[in-house]
């Protein structure tokens, strides 16, 4: 009897100590949740990347290829000087033909254009797209060489018109004009970054060649005849090389 | 039928335009004469202008008497 009785006071024992070791268990999970939830809040702390951006304009080497009448290459690149805005740049060589029913004229040159981009999409979290509006100012030097012309008539009666293939060359003009930007980037894979922009452009000075016009100035891209406005677009791709990390809510009280 | 023989001398200076229209021509120099065939039907040919250029091409730039 004695002996059952031990034995179920031993088995008591066990029992509470079991309960009391289940509660303690119970404690350190909450603990340890706890814990864990602090650690948490102390790892939300979103960085964002900031360095130099380069890449090339991808429309202008396809149409390289595809559009006889048509060379051209342009280098862009970026610098993210805050968190919103970034130092931007690009710089660029073309060579074009612009053919009409009574000119043919190939113009080269080069150009560059410098200015800033203002990133007007709120990212969430750590991702770094930007859907931005920009300006930029465009300087380049070009020639034009009139490679053939047919003279202009209404007359029927004498023809053929006089024309001539004899080249001419118009040398060392420049351009300046100014640009607003509207694009888009996003990173597609980790640093790289896809591009879709269209640039509006007004012409603010340009030496005009004698006896002809520019039709086309690199950068600028055609000339209209009403006047000094200008069309553009981009598609690049760009790489971006980190050179430093900032704390977005940092970032965000400056 | 009266067949009357006239000859235009001239120089040409091209002149640009537009990028529609490209270049069109001025005729410098302009210098009408008959061929002499004994009839001279043609009396007078006149210049209007003193400098001898067809540049206007709705304007007259030479008279032709008969």
């Known amino acids: ?254 | 039928m009266i067949q009357v023989t006239i000859l235009f001398s001239y120089a040409t200076q091209k002149e640009y335009v537009s990028r529609a229209c490209g270049y069109k021509t001025i005729f410098e120099n302009v210098i009408v004469t008959q061929e002499d065939d004994g009839d001279n039907w043609i009396q007078l040919i006149q210049s209007v202008n003193d400098n001898l250029t067809v540049e206007n091409e709705n304007a007259a730039h030479y008279k032709i008497f008969h």
Not at chain 1, 141 to 167: A, R
Not at chain 1, 239 to 253: C, E, F, G, M, S
Request: aromatic share 16%.
């Open chain 1, 1 to 254: 009897m004695l002996h059952i009785i031990k034995f179920s006071i031993k088995k008591f024992a066990y029992m509470f100590l079991f309960c009391v070791s289940l509660n303690a268990q119970n404690d350190s999970i909450v603990n340890s949740i706890n814990d864990s939830i602090k650690v948490e809040t102390d790892s939300i702390n979103i960085q964002n990347k900031y360095g130099l951006r380069i890449g090339a304009d991808l429309s202008k080497l396809v149409r390289s290829f595809i559009d006889d009448d048509y060379k051209g290459f342009e280098v862009i690149g970026d610098f993210r000087l805050t968190r919103k805005l970034y130092l931007a740049a690009e710089i660029g060589t073309e060579e074009n033909i612009t053919d009409t029913d009574y000119l043919n004229v190939t113009t080269t040159g080069s150009y560059l254009k410098a200015g800033v981009d203002y990133n007007l999409y709120k990212n969430w979290l750590d991702m770094e797209n930007m859907i931005y509006g920009g300006f930029r100012v465009g300087a380049g030097t070009f020639s034009h060489t009139l490679n053939n012309y047919l003279i202009y008539s209404q007359d029927q009666y004498w023809t053929p018109q006089f024309s001539s293939d004899t080249s001419e060359d118009f040398d060392g003009l420049t351009a300046i004009w100014a640009e607003i930007v509207f694009g888009i980037k996003a990173e597609v894979f980790n640093n790289l970054y896809v591009g879709l922009n269209v640039q509006f452009k007004g012409l603010i000075s340009e030496t005009e060649p004698s006896n002809f016009e520019n039709l086309y100035i690199p950068g600028f891209n055609k000339t209209y005849d009403s006047g000094r406005l200008g069309f553009g677009f981009g598609y690049n791709i760009s790489y971006l090389i980190p050179i430093y990390k900032k704390d977005k809510a940092t970032a965000v009280q400056e």
